[in-house]
């Protein structure tokens, strides 16, 4: 349908992939080959990971209150920091964006009525199911206690843990990301609509192209890795213990072959996220689109060639420390490309502060010191003085955190209206985006200078000089959790009660707001053609931005 | 895109190679190459890994975009494989732990 300027009497469609009639009740989801059905299944899965990785989290600010550590045992400290991980990373962040939004909107953006392979894209959510379920299972017998690292001999020998349930989950959870990565390639190949040329897409389509190669690329060498580790615990096969005739170096190498460009899966796609939030709401196209575009596919490809920087301590050949440093400080320069060109497209902007920009701008400024803290860490002399301090762990949770997770609910927030049709509280959503932000950095910021005083990571206790900091983190901590169950609370309220949002609440350019809210369950009722470049406002009538067009409703006339 | 059929005496003979290619590995264990020992088995087990890819997986007969995944995937595979020989082939081999020097004021 074509966009109208907004009107405040706006109702939800009659039919959209919501009250769809195929199939009955839960059956009609739980078997569904829509892209947007699966990204909602998906978005329930990850939240329930979320909270198990947050409860985790919570427990370890909680027992790190006092120097001899408050809540828990020694070997139970190590379980939780483990289970945290893995929680976390292989089943919070790597599915996140790209299952919940790749899978809801790329076929949106580029004007495809689903995936290329909807019923592949239902068995991933299945697989990534069953990994689950074997990783919850370990979590429930005792939990286990390598760190999410894995790291052999201890995780194939000596570790008395539920070492074997949880690789086992995490080998067949990988081949949901792989299937998922895979889809997104060949639908973004051979799907896109009439007119949508490769430097017609939306960034977020790039960023998750990128992804996605990382995803096929480097998932398959982790999954065999943990299985040859599994291998190893199980039949004493000798692949990593040197009493066996193995390696512990080689686990490593293969490990961060892929796990540290785990980290660009992570990032890349909140990268497409924050892509997509700067234009709409500084009304202004991006700044430099070829640039941040290829800046993705450089940060995928170079991402591959920098994972030795974790191993600098482990008596890496210095030749070896010295190549890998260098490219350590390669991977930069494109992440900073896109730094500079969100800026460029802010300035002489028409800012607006809605909810999504301001998780936005909160992403940039969180990334940057992320990014700018992980280049001391490839500094071969200073990170034999850092490494696994908790300047490690407060460099990867700016990343992971201040980056990812605040993309995945910036980009929430910019999408919400489209998946539900319904608008959140404006006022109550930006005062979470600050509290979140201030809860993050009170969080973490002092785990920097902790780790700088020589605070290791992963001690269930501390020095008593260290105490004022760690107690700084957990305060931190808690309003940090106050920043999530907020919009967890508005959201869900706003499924229901929200002011009906209409196709283009913002308005943005792309083509997912061309349809209605919520869309179809065909996507489209007539396939779009693209006559118009990327986040071009001037050259769109339909967005009711022109001057003399009718003045558009306020997105929250709520409140 | 039609589907290229391959004839059943292909799949005849390159069952044969691969057969011919257990039989030479099953053999060359049983050998002392030496240092060669490793490269001759992995040369065979590439030899067979590539007519499978070739003719079992019909990479041969595949569009161009195919065989350009297949070729992408094993330039990655490389860059795994040298960049960690590259550690290991750069390693101090003959370190040997001396005794600290201890110095006596008198």
């Known amino acids: 349908m074509s966009n109208t300027p907004l009107t405040p009497d706006l109702e939800l469609p009659d039919e959209h992939y919501l009250n769809a009639t195929y199939g009955s009740g839960i059956r009609s989801w739980l078997l569904t080959t829509d892209h947007k059905r699966i990204a909602l299944l998906y978005l329930a899965s990850v939240t329930v990971f979320f909270f198990i990785g947050g409860v985790l989290a919570t427990m370890i600010r909680i027992h790190l209150l006092t120097p001899g550590g408050a809540l828990v045992t020694p070997e139970t400290y190590n379980k939780l920091f483990t289970m945290h991980g893995v929680a976390m990373i292989f089943f919070f962040l790597i599915p996140s964006i ?57 995780s194939s020998v000596y570790s008395n843990s539920a ?4 690789v086992i989950g995490i080998f067949i959870n990988g081949f949901s990301s792989i299937l998922t990565g895979l889809n997104f390639i060949v639908t973004i190949h051979t799907m896109r609509a009439p007119g949508m040329t490769w430097f017609r897409l939306p960034l977020f389509a790039w960023a998750h192209y990128a992804t996605s190669l990382v995803m096929i690329l480097g998932t398959p060498v982790v999954a065999i890795t943990l299985l040859l580790a599994g291998l190893e615990r199980m039949f004493h096969l000798g692949f990593f213990n040197p009493a066996l005739g193995g390696d512990p170096i080689l686990f490593q190498h293969l490990f961060w072959f892929y796990s540290h460009p785990a980290v660009y899966i992570m990032i890349l796609p909140a990268m497409g996220v924050v892509s997509e939030i700067i234009p709409t709401f500084a009304r202004k196209p991006i700044f430099g689109y070829s640039f941040i575009a290829g800046s ?16 600098f301590v482990t008596g890496e050949s210095t030749y070896a420390a010295l190549t890998f440093s260098f490219l350590s400080y390669l991977v930069a320069i494109p992440s900073a490309v896109k730094v500079f060109n969100w800026t460029s497209t802010l300035y002489k902007g028409s800012i607006s502060w809605d909810p999504p920009m301001v998780y936005a701008l909160g992403f ?44 995945y609910v910036g980009g929430l927030h910019f999408w919400w209206p489209k998946i539900t049709g319904r608008l959140y509280p404006k006022s109550l959503s930006q005062f979470a985006a600050i509290i979140l932000f201030v809860g993050f950095n009170l969080t973490f ?5 902790l780790g700088y005083l020589g605070m290791p990571r992963r001690y269930h206790t501390y020095p008593p000089e260290f105490q004022v900091l760690n107690v700084l983190s957990t305060a931190g901590a808690s309003i940090l959790a106050l920043g999530y169950l907020l919009p967890m609370s508005y959201l869900i309220w706003s499924m229901r009660y929200g002011k009906v949002a209409g ?43 022109a001057a003399g067009a009718r003045p558009l409703a306020p997105a929250h006339g709520d409140d | 895109m039609s589907e290229h059929i391959v004839s059943p005496k292909v799949y005849i003979v390159i069952f044969a190679s691969l057969m011919l290619g257990t039989g030479l ?75 600290p020097q201890v110095f006596y004021c008198v």
């Open chain 1, 98 to 154: 790209p299952a919940v939004f790749g899978n809801f909107l790329i076929p949106l953006m580029i004007g495809a009525k689903d995936l290329a392979f909807p019923k592949i894209n239902l068995l991933s959510w299945y697989i990534y199911l069953i990994g689950g379920g074997f990783v919850l299972y370990s979590f429930s017998t005792g939990g286990l206690d390598t760190g999410w690292t894995f790291y052999t001999p201890l």
């Open chain 1, 163 to 166: 070492v074997t349930p949880a």
């Open chain 1, 296 to 311: 993705s596919i450089a940060i995928a490809v170079i991402g591959f060639l920098v994972w030795a920087h974790h191993m």
């Open chain 1, 364 to 407: 940039i400024g969180l990334f940057v010191i992320g990014g700018l803290t992980g280049l001391f860490l490839a500094c071969l002399g200073l990170d034999i003085h850092i490494h696994d301090t908790y300047f490690v762990v407060a460099h990867f949770h700016y990343i992971m955190v201040g980056g990812a997770v605040m993309g």
């Open chain 1, 445 to 449: 910021f002092p785990q920097f200078i």
């Open chain 1, 503 to 545: 196709p283009n609440p913002w308005p943005a350019t792309g083509l997912e707001w061309k349809t209605d809210s919520p869309p179809l369950t065909e996507n489209f009722h007539v396939t779009p053609e693209v006559t118009w470049e990327p986040y071009d406002f001037q050259n769109r009538p339909d967005l009711g931005l």
């Open chain 2, 25 to 99: 590995t099953v053999w060359a264990a049983f050998q002392n190459f030496h240092q060669y020992n490793i490269v001759i088995a992995l040369g065979i087990a590439t030899i067979k890994a590539t007519l499978v890819v070739l003719y079992f997986m019909h990479a041969r007969y595949s569009p161009g975009r195919t065989q350009l995944v297949i070729v992408c995937s094993i330039f990655w595979l490389a860059i795994m494989l040298a960049l960690t020989l590259a550690d290991y082939d750069t390693r101090p081999h003959d370190i040997t732990l001396a005794a």
